[in-house]
């Protein structure tokens, strides 16, 4: 999930988005600083390093998604990382240190969302990660800081205050804010908590505290540490193999093997032999798109990914550039699609399918159906495409002995005695004998 995460996120650091939200983070100044991952010379406060890094995870809605549903790793990752930067002079931080706070941001998500039934579908009010990635942003830098049970039941109490964001902000420059903003808003609530700012400390219990996101919200009691076993031990998370909104990469799916009827050995889609194209989707009104005019709206289309698929043969990075959105030929195949929802496929990332039916103007019809996608929690990404998926991601930003570095680094977290070597490699510094001499001595 980290390597994952940190792929996406330099991957995320070329686009506008992110560089505006740096323009934006660069008028605050500050005696303590953190890196920016992809940017060698700039620094920003530890809050809006988090907040730009967390920006460039979800930038491409190309980081890990979880079920119940939300995205885990970014708000936790952004924040951990430029906490970790922040507190250097006075504390070193480790990489098992790192994990450790990791573990609990993420677990603190996982359990909040097991405490409601709405949660277990794909959301309709809020996004997510702007609520539960600021609680777990809380938890993680909190644990990571060291704060007593006290202040870090102010820390989540705090951050539930700053917690939500509409989901009408899907499909927009704005929805990769929501991430930034939680890795922002959960370390900006634990550094309220060390100060002594108090919070409702049972607002995780109250439907009028964390229970306004969510509805039949029954939070209940956690097993005691001698019997605990951790929920992403029980559930693994999806990691996506193009930018896109989870439920595309079922349709993604469906239509490639539903190509394979039309266009053999390499041969280009016969448009004009294609009468109908029927999509048999869940009911999930924000990925129903049918001509999107921008990359983030074509993220966000059940359509644009099975007519991208089925019109090239694949789908990639390079599927959502402007020049790819707005061809002809992809704008007449999306006129002759058309959306189903099954009663029986219902919005949930544990349980949902997608099936195409393709009609051809001879009448002949044939389909395909995607019940579990390659990068489902039932289906995992093999370690060699993970890694594979890093390196198309990070070479557009730093070198390929950076991006190996970075892999290596990872690979050995537990061992790493300080975490500045891993930031040092994300900020886009090329290693020299200088970093492995910090690596080998930092005091």
């Not at 500050?30 to 930038?59: E, Q, R």
């Not at 885990?72 to 450790?100: C, F, M, Y």
């Not at 277990?120 to 644990?143: D, E, M, Q």
């Not at 009691?221 to 559930?235: A, I, K, N, V």
């Amino acid at each position: 999930m980290i390597l994952d995460t940190l792929g996406v996120g330099l991957l995320g650091t070329r686009t506008d988005v992110f560089q505006k939200m740096v323009q934006y983070s660069k008028v605050y100044s500050s005696d303590t600083s953190s890196s920016v991952w992809g940017h060698p010379y700039l620094k920003l406060p530890a809050l809006y390093a988090a907040f730009v890094n967390g920006v460039a995870i979800h930038s491409m809605d190309f980081d890990d998604t979880w079920h119940p549903a939300t995205h885990p790793s970014g708000p936790v990752l952004a924040a951990l990382l430029a906490t970790s930067e922040a507190i250097s002079k006075n504390q070193r931080i480790s990489g098992q240190d790192l994990l450790l706070a990791f573990n609990v941001g993420i677990e603190v998500q996982g359990r909040l969302m097991h405490f409601s039934k709405e949660a277990s579908n794909v959301p309709k009010r809020f996004h997510p990660p702007s609520i539960l990635g600021t609680l777990g942003s809380a938890a993680a830098t909190a644990k990571l800081l060291g704060l007593d049970q006290f202040k870090c039941k102010e820390a989540l109490a705090i951050a539930a205050s700053y917690a939500g964001a509409p989901l009408a902000n899907a499909a927009t420059q704005t929805k990769p804010l929501h991430v930034g903003n939680a890795s922002r808003h959960g370390l900006e609530a634990t550094t309220l908590a060390s100060l002594g700012l108090q919070a409702n400390k049972q607002i995780l219990d109250l439907e009028s505290g964390f229970g306004v996101f969510y509805t039949e919200y029954l939070p209940q009691t956690l097993p005691s540490l001698e019997c605990y076993s951790w929920l992403l031990g029980q559930q693994d998370v999806a990691i996506k193999s193009f930018p896109a909104h989870l439920g595309t990469h079922w349709m993604a799916e469906a239509a490639l093997a539903a190509r394979k009827h039309l266009a053999k050995n390499g041969e280009s889609l016969p448009i004009g032999r294609i009468k109908t194209v029927v999509l048999k989707v869940p009911d999930m009104q924000y990925v129903n798109r049918q001509f999107p005019s921008s990359e983030h709206e074509a993220r966000h289309s059940f359509q644009f990914a099975a007519c991208s698929a089925l019109l090239d043969g694949c789908i990639s990075v390079e599927s959502f550039k402007g020049r790819n959105i707005s061809r002809p030929e992809l704008k007449e195949l999306l006129s002759k699609t058309c959306l189903e929802h099954p009663l029986d496929n219902h919005p949930s990332f544990n349980s949902l399918y997608c099936e195409i039916v393709i009609t051809l103007q001879d009448g002949n019809t044939f389909s395909e159906r995607c019940d579990t996608f390659y990068g489902h929690w039932r289906k995992p990404l093999r370690r060699a495409d993970l890694v594979k998926k890093f390196h198309a991601n990070t070479t557009t930003v730093l070198s390929l002995e950076g991006a190996k570095r970075i892999i290596e680094t990872v690979d050995d977290l537990e061992r790493l005695e300080d975490c500045r070597v891993l930031i040092s490699l994300l900020q886009g510094h090329e290693w020299t004998a200088k970093q492995a001499k910090l690596r080998n001595e930092l005091p």
